[in-house]
């Protein structure tokens, strides 16, 4: 595990679900950050006792706003950014397709923003123009869902993607008990969360104890409350012995829930997946829902603000091995490629989840 921290939420700590992995002030660019975006290939060191810099521009942009889950994760930024004595913007589009969020980057380059703080659409249409941003000595760092990492600083990703595709399929295969047809209905095709989360699933479902488990279909509700209801009702009426909807996105789970919730297939097809508790509890309480798991998407965005001052600061550079301070959830230290992991999720069932909020 790269956390060396401890986590929240001792209350529930029971219901965790570890899931076995395991300089100064001003707002200007200078020379603490003169390394630019591409200190992590360039060889350029980190000084991890530097001064954590007052004042950074900091700036948030989600896959969409009008996401429920963005707005969790992107509170928890605005917490951090207040901690940090910075400049706090969020912006963004609203809809989660591919070239999206190309505008708001370039928007942001001319700002003169310090750090863009950026959740993937797609991992490579950002691409040119988060790059055109480090080359303007802005740090990126990518949260929930990456961009490709040749250009970022950082990546924080919310759990191990293993340890995230292979709840997902454990919990699928416990709803089904252990044989029968199950569904994806993930977000956008190119969203790089639910992608790589899909692609350990399948290595999952290929494994002998999984051999009776078989993946009949994924669809894509785009993250898009209606169309994610649709694409619910389509896979129930094209696969009739379908006994489980694994839903990686919160948007998908809570549509897909409450379709199910109002039809006769509440009590035979099972839901799970990726939910907010809050959205989630009233499934969980008709029955609907019998488990489902997530992290607490405001530390992921807590935790990204504080790497982007930390990069901006001159104290990390992304390197594997680095170290640096987020507030609250404590030290955390830079694993392959830039990734810092939060922590495990949790597993929400009827007897926890009224401990959570949101
Ligand atoms: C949706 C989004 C987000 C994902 C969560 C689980 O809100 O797709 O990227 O991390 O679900």
Known sequence: MLRTHHRLLTAASASLLVLGLAACGGTTKDSAS?????????????????????????????????????????????????????????????????????????????????????AANDPNAVCPSLNQARQAKIKVVSFDS????????????????????????????????????????????????????????????????????????????????????????????????????????????????????SSNYKGKVAITGLGLPNQMREYVKDGTVKKFALWNPADIGYLAAYAGAALASGQITGKQGEKFTAGKLGEYTIGADGEIVLGPPTEFTAQNIDQFNF
Not at 102 to 115: E, H, K, M, R, W
Not at 164 to 187: H, P, R, Y
Not at 237 to 255: D, H, R
């Open 146 to 261: 990456d961009a490709s990492k040749d250009c970022r600083d950082a990546f924080i990703n919310q759990a191990t993607t293993q340890g995230i595709g292979e709840s997902l399929v454990k919990m699928a295969n416990e709803l089904a008990g252990g044989e029968g047809e199950i569904a994806i209905l993930s977000a956008t095709p190119n969203a790089t969360n639910q992608n790589a989360w899909i692609e350990v699933m399948k290595k999952e479902l290929a494994k002998p104890e999984y051999s009776k488990l078989k993946l009949v279909k994924t669809a894509y509700g785009n993250d898009d409350d209606q169309k994610s209801f649709q694409e619910a009702q389509g896979l129930l009426q094209s696969y009739p012995k379908l006994k489980v909807i694994v839903s990686p996105t919160t948007v998908g789970i809570a549509a897909a829930s409450r379709y199910v919730s």
């Open 34 to 118: 003169s390394d630019g975006g591409a200190a992590a290939q360039t060889g350029a060191s980190a000084d991890p006792n530097a001064k954590t810099k007052e004042g950074l521009k900091i700036a948030f942009l989600p896959k969409q706003l009008n996401n429920p889950y963005s707005d969790v994760e992107t509170s928890g930024g605005k917490v951090a950014v207040g901690e940090l004595k910075g400049e706090y913007k969020l912006v963004g589009p609203n809809d989660a397709s591919a070239s999206s969020q190309v505008s708001y980057i370039n928007t942001l380059i001319q700002q003169q923003q310090d750090v863009i703080v950026v």
